[in-house]
């Protein structure tokens, strides 16, 4: 299936130091049609982790806590839905929403963050990778908004790069979508997340649907470009 959207953000190359560096990204796949379904205290599995951000009303930050292996029961953040999947999607699909675990819903705006994570490596540099997904809408409304997303992580300081994809007002129906980012020769070292995330504020309905994930390098980087300006540098 055609993309609908895609966000592309590619570096021009610096004249730099790379750290030594071993470890180096990975092609990740899933389709969750292999998850357990959601039970007490269950876990997702396979990786999958979750941070949560608490911002005041007036959007001034709070407090972080994370993170943790992904949780598989419902309460909060995420949980392998079944039967909202079209022929594509197969029986089981991810279901990502917010923390209705903290009770600061009531006084806050709750960001809740499910991804995996990798540490870039030497080898990584100037590489295309692609994040692929399909989504559909779920039961979320107002004031929710929701992303998928790239993020590089520095380890230095914990300050990063951040490359959202809006996906608050898809469609109730399936379709694909997508980022691209060009590894910078700077990143070598750096842990890169992919995933979703979900913010709201007062228990509102937050669900969007997942599946048909792939992670995986696409070529040398490209031309096309997204300027600094288009790119949030955030604090975990």
Known sequence: MKSKATAFLAVAALICMIPAVS???????????????????????????????????????WYGYGAFPAPNDGAAFCAIATGEGGPAQGMQQLSVYSDYNNSDQTVAYIEANVFQEQTIGVGDVSETW??????????????????????????????????????????????TYSIAVGIDPTW????MQIGFASTTTGYASSGIFYDNINFAPTGPVGTEEMSFGDVKSLFR
Do not use: C, H, Q
């Open 23 to 61: 470890l180096a990204l990975s092609p990740f796949s899933t389709d969750f049609e292999s998850y357990a379904t959601p039970a007490p205290g269950g876990l997702m599995g396979n990786g999958w982790l979750v941070y949560g951000n608490v911002f005041g009303l007036d959007w001034g930050y």
């Open 188 to 191: 070598a070292g750096r842990i």
């Open 130 to 175: 692609l994040f692929e997904f399909d989504a559909k809408l779920g039961n979320l409304v107002p004031p929710t908004t929701a992303v998928a997303f790239i993020k590089i992580l520095n380890p230095m300081d914990w300050s990063s790069i951040y490359i959202p994809l809006d996906m608050t007002n898809i469609p109730a129906s399936w379709d």
